[in-house]
């Protein structure tokens, strides 16, 4: 079964620090890597994807992935609070549209 | 430009009972997806459509039905409902020629079975 593993947390993280989240994943016919943050009782809004070795920078945002450990992270800079959420690691496979999600980390900046 | 808009946002059904989650999109997108979250896991997909007439099931298909006659809805059946059905439904729409197939989800609907 493809699979997407995430750690559920909490991951506490005091404001201004680096927030790291870690993704893996089974399946090495993975192509895309997604990055979805989920606010509690909110729908998941997309934050990166990624789909080439290496990283990938976006405002305060690196994501970045590890084919060969099939390993993907998320790090956030100069956390803020209101960067706590759950934060969903998903993949792809090339010409399948379908996305496996893992089961998300729960992430807390403090003030 | 409303995205994906799903309705109802919150419903309570009895066992037994029968009912259409609805979902539309106005991006003119050729994906959609209809997803289920349990409390503090991840989205687990039950059904999706490539374009208009062509629908698969996902990993969670058992006791749904679905339907695409248009590029815009794409609802979600729920027939003869169980407590294990009560979730959060997403319905999501994405655009293959992105480069990647990234999804912008509706708010979500919320059922519960007693």
């Known amino acids: 079964q493809k699979e997407v593993e995430q750690n559920s947390g909490p991951l506490s993280v005091p404001e201004g620090a680096i927030a790291s989240l870690n993704c893996t994943y089974s399946d090495r016919g993975s192509q895309s890597f997604f990055w979805y943050r989920q606010y509690s009782g909110k729908s998941p809004e997309l934050i990166m994807f990624?789909?080439?070795?290496g990283d990938k920078e976006d405002g305060r945002f690196t994501a970045q992935l590890n084919k060969a450990s099939q390993y993907v992270s998320l790090l956030i800079r100069d956390s803020q609070p209101s960067d706590s959420a759950t934060y969903l690691c998903?993949?792809?496979?090339?010409?399948?549209?379908?996305?496996?999600f893992g089961t998300g980390t729960r992430l807390t900046i403090i003030p | 430009n409303a995205g994906v808009t799903q309705t109802p946002k919150f419903r309570i059904l009895k066992i037994g009972q029968s009912m259409t989650l609805q979902c539309a999109q106005d991006m003119n997108h050729n994906y959609m997806y209809w997803y289920r979250q349990d409390p503090g896991m991840g989205l687990k997909l039950i059904y999706y459509?490539?374009?208009?007439?062509?629908?698969d099931k996902g990993e969670v298909p058992n006791g749904y039905n679905v339907s695409r006659s248009t590029t815009e809805d794409f609802p979600l059946r729920l027939e003869l409902a169980a407590p294990s059905q009560t979730s959060v439904y997403f319905c999501?729409?994405?655009?293959?020629?992105?480069?990647?197939?990234?999804?912008?989800f509706g708010a979500g609907s919320r059922l519960t079975v007693l």
């Open positions: 999501a729409s994405g655009l293959a020629a992105s480069g990647a197939n990234v999804l912008t």
């Open positions: 998903a993949s792809s496979n090339f010409g399948n549209e379908k996305l496996t």
């Open positions: 990624i789909y080439s070795n």
């Open positions: 459509s490539v374009g208009a007439g062509i629908t």
